[in-house]
């Protein structure tokens, strides 16, 4: 079965500091990877997805497949940044769904 | 305007009584899942479906029940068969990778 992991519940850095947010995962075929975000009051949406290799406000995240990792990264963090991140993982052809990390709270301070 | 609906976003339930939480959704998605997102626990998966009159446990399906008698319909019954039900839940449904969240219910039992 495969697992996501998100090693840091919470994470605290000042405005404008690089952020990372870690996750790695365990999975045994050719996953696909994501990262959704949750603001305060909003519902989880999508922030971006291993395939499209973009970056969404800022933030990029590289697939390592040797490492199973896929970090989230953004060289300057915003105050509009706080929210809760989730690292998710489709696993072959996703038909059991989306299988999430713990979460980790980004909280970025003035 | 396509989406989710949940209903209804807070819910109070006695001890021992069923109850039953609405997800309705407009975006002609095949597939849809409850999960259900505890503090420090993200997102865990309790049913998913991914067509209509099929359904499929998931991880933590113990004590809840759900239909898929329409494509647009997904309703999840918590029972007082689940020991601990105090929580948020949310429902999703997808096309491919593409993924939609509800705004979610939180369900408290008193």
């Known amino acids: 079965a495969q697992r996501v992991t998100q090693p840091e519940k919470l994470l605290s850095v000042f405005k404008g500091a690089p952020v990372e947010l870690k996750c790695n995962y365990s999975y045994s075929g050719s996953p696909e990877l994501f990262w959704y975000v949750q603001y305060s009051r909003q519902r989880l949406q999508l922030l971006l997805r291993?395939?499209s290799r973009e970056s969404i406000k800022g933030f990029t995240a590289d697939l390592n497949k040797g490492e199973t990792s896929f970090h989230l990264k953004k060289p300057f963090a915003q105050e509009e940044d706080s929210a809760m991140y989730y690292c998710a993982l489709r696993a072959g052809g996703g038909a059991d769904g989306l299988t999430f990390g713990k979460g980790t709270h980004l909280i970025i301070q003035p | 305007d396509g989406g989710i609906t949940q209903s209804p976003k807070y819910l109070f339930r006695k001890e021992g009584q069923n109850v039953t939480l609405s997800c309705e959704q407009n975006?002609?998605?095949?597939?849809m899942y409850w999960y259900r997102q505890d503090p420090g626990q993200g997102l865990r998966l309790i049913y998913y479906?991914?067509?209509?009159?099929?359904?499929q446990k998931g991880d933590i399906a113990e004590g809840y029940s759900v239909s898929r008698e329409k494509k647009e319909s997904f309703p999840l019954t918590v029972t007082s068969a689940q020991k601990n039900p105090t929580a948020f839940y949310l429902c999703a449904s997808s096309r491919g990778p593409s993924y939609t969240f509800g705004s979610g219910t939180r369900l408290t039992v008193v």
């Open positions: 291993h395939i």
């Open positions: 479906s991914q067509i209509v009159n099929d359904f």
């Open positions: 975006l002609n998605h095949d597939a």
